[in-house]
């Protein structure tokens, strides 16, 4: 035999075991059958990625007839021009992941499907945490179901609160303020500050915006006056809650005690790990994350000004409209990404908060929780969480409020100013 028809026989063997593997992966089922469906995501950091895909392949073994290519496409700031462009060429996803606040923006587009009749013939309805629900509705219809939840604390490092003879942890406004300055200091005497305090994002985006919002309403402020789904009803020129929260956040700076993160750079935590500074706003989508780095770390409540609060994160899933056979394909998948399953394999790989009821209290995440109890602050301070509003403006707002605390931060306007200043820019916009 020929070396040329041994080397035939050989790709054609290759070829043969190739497709004989792909039967095995689709068992019974014809290819022209299988439904393809696309999901964007922009999960972040990578390990918590690496956990969705090993669910979404997990999904794919145990239904043949659906495959679902999971796809990384940035974060959430990049990713916006991208779903809207693939909305004007009619191209989009058949599932987006996606904070809530774009919901008004894609019905008013007439992009994404009301999920109301679908989710009234689920058994995976009751098991949503009703607490979620805001972030879900839009002008009385239900447009997204959460993917996971999480709301904001303040990340610290115990061993730099030892270190400068801290042993009470900040409640209050005043408190913290008195905490970070004491935890800057100049740790080698060359007269420069090795460690700060608190580490403050800059920027405009929407993560600076998350990380504020909770000191807005703690300090008895409002985003929005009557409707939460109503643009107009923006007050933010006379909003004592907003001037304090503007006024405190620039007055650790003032104090020397914070740090800026690089520009829209807010959720990196090197910094903290470093021993750099010793506070940051984050969430427990980092719990895994730290957990591994085996630096020691613990987080406490946002402080108080008022009242309680913090804001409810985690994204939510979005169907576009593409046909029915695909949209029903696209709910299956959506209910195993709801499931307890799902939920607790989730929450344990990336720290998320499972949005699932029964995952909460299953066995499996209860001893999850004992072996990382920092879950259980978010777990409580959820109560005190409040969702951003979701109608079609909320884009605008939040980058006019963006503006407004970077110019505050930077010390270009005080607080007053930089609110008249967004007040006249949103009223430009709506009225």
Not at 96 to 115: D, F, K, R
Not at 208 to 230: H, Y
Not at 254 to 282: C, F, H, W
């Amino acid at each position: 035999m020929s070396r040329y028809i041994r080397s035939l026989l050989l790709v054609l063997l290759v070829g043969i075991l190739a497709l004989a593997g792909c039967q095995n992966i689709l068992p019974g089922v014809k290819k022209d059958k299988v439904i393809h469906l696309t999901l964007w995501q922009g999960v972040n950091p990578p390990p918590n990625r690496d956990v969705l895909q090993k669910l979404v392949d997990k999904f794919n073994r145990s239904h043949p007839d659906i495959q679902v290519e999971s796809l990384y496409i940035g974060q959430q700031d990049q990713q916006t021009p991208k779903i809207l462009a693939a909305v004007v060429g009619n191209a989009p996803p058949d599932l987006l992941w996606y904070n809530p606040t774009i919901a008004g923006q894609l019905v008013e587009l007439g992009a994404i499907l009301s999920l109301d009749e679908m989710l009234e013939k689920s058994p995976i309805k009751a098991e949503i945490d009703p607490a979620l629900y805001t972030s879900m509705k839009y002008n009385g219809k239900i447009w997204s179901v959460p993917f996971a939840t999480n709301n904001v604390g303040i990340f610290y490092r115990p061993s730099l609160f030892k270190a400068a003879g801290i042993t009470e942890l900040p409640r209050t406004w005043q408190e913290f303020r008195q905490v970070a300055q004491k935890l800057t200091r100049d740790t080698n005497g060359d007269g420069q500050t090795d460690q700060y305090g608190m580490f403050l994002p800059l920027g405009k985006g929407e993560f600076t915006v998350f990380t504020w919002l909770p000191f807005m309403w703690s300090g008895g402020g409002e985003l929005v006056n009557g409707d939460l789904q109503n643009a107009a009803g923006v007050d933010l020129q006379d909003n004592q809650g907003a001037i304090a929260a503007l006024q405190f956040w620039r007055d650790l700076i003032k104090d020397g005690s914070a740090i800026l993160s690089a520009p829209e750079r807010g959720y990196e935590t090197d910094d903290l790990l470093a021993g750099k500074v010793a506070m940051q706003l984050n969430g427990p989508w980092l719990l895994g994350q730290f957990q591994a780095t085996g630096v020691d770390f613990d987080v406490f409540p946002i402080p108080i000004r008022q009242k309680p609060a913090t804001v409810i994160g985690g994204e939510n899933l979005f169907f576009f409209k593409t046909t029915p056979r695909r949209e029903r394909a696209a709910f299956e998948f959506v209910e195993y990404a709801l499931s307890e399953e799902f939920q607790t394999e989730l929450a344990l790989g990336t720290g998320y908060l499972p949005v699932n009821l029964k995952s909460r209290q299953s066995r499996k995440y209860q001893e999850f929780v004992q072996k990382i109890p920092q879950i259980k602050v978010f777990l409580d301070q959820a109560k005190y969480g409040r969702s951003r509003p979701i109608f079609p403006g909320y884009n605008r707002i939040s980058d006019s409020v963006g503006r407004a605390i970077e110019s505050v931060l930077l010390g270009k306007n005080s607080p007053t100013d930089s609110l008249k200043t967004t007040q006249q820019r949103l009223d430009l916009i709506y009225k």
